[in-house]
C-alpha cells in the first residue's frame, strides 16, 4: 500500500503529514506493509528541506522531518500511488486537472476522510508558530484514524 500526501509547496504540510503517519505506522509495526511520500503540485521548493518553523515544530513532538526533500506530483504518481490525500481544495482541484483517466490512486481530502469538522489544513506559511501547532494537531488526528483505515485495508 502506498499513500501521498499533496500540499503547495512541499515544504510545510506535506512532509508533517509524511512524518507524522511514518511514525504512526512505525509505532503499529505497519513500516513494511505501507510506504508514505509526500509532493507538492507546485515547484518552487524542489529540492529543499521542509520550512525550518515545521521541522521545529514537528520535532518537539518526537517527528523528525530533516531528511524529506520537496519533489512536485506528476502524472505518473496517479499510478504509482493507492492513496493520493490533499491538503486543502485547492491542492484538490489541481490535482483532478492533473489526473489521468486511468489510474489507481484514490484521491480526496486529506481531513475529509479522517477527522470530521473541517476539512482542510490550513496553509501556515505566512502565520505564525500557531498555524504550525494547528497543522500538526489537525494531522495527528487524522493519522491515527488513517491508521486504523490502513490496517483493515491490508
Ligand atoms: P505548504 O506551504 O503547501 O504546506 O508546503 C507552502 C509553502 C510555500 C509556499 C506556499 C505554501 N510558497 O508560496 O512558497
Not at 5 to 16: A, D
Not at 91 to 102: D, G, H
Request: a negative charge; hydrophobic letters at 40%; glycine letters at 8%.
Amino acid at each position: 500500500m502506498r499513500v501521498l500526501f499533496v500540499c503547495l509547496g512541499n515544504i510545510c504540510r506535506s512532509p508533517t503529514a509524511e512524518g507524522v503517519l511514518r511514525h504512526k505506522l512505525r509505532e503499529a509495526g505497519l513500516s513494511e506493509q505501507v510506504e508514505v511520500a509526500s509532493a507538492g503540485t507546485g515547484d518552487w521548493h524542489v529540492g529543499n528541506p521542509p520550512d525550518k518553523r515545521s521541522q521545529s515544530a514537528a520535532k518537539r513532538r518526537g517527528y523528525d522531518l530533516s531528511a524529506q526533500r520537496a519533489q512536485q506530483v506528476s502524472r505518473a504518481d496517479f499510478a504509482a500511488y493507492d492513496l493520493i490525500l490533499a491538503m486543502d481544495n485547492s491542492n484538490l482541484r489541481n490535482l483532478k486537472a492533473l489526473q489521468p483517466a486511468t489510474g489507481k490512486a484514490e484521491l480526496d481530502l486529506f481531513l475529509r476522510r479522517y477527522a470530521g469538522e473541517v476539512d482542510e489544513v490550513p496553509d501556515p506559511y505566512y502565520d505564525g508558530e500557531h498555524g504550525f501547532e494547528h497543522v500538526l494537531d489537525l494531522i495527528e488526528r487524522a493519522s491515527d484514524l488513517l491508521v486504523i483505515e490502513l490496517k483493515g485495508r491490508l
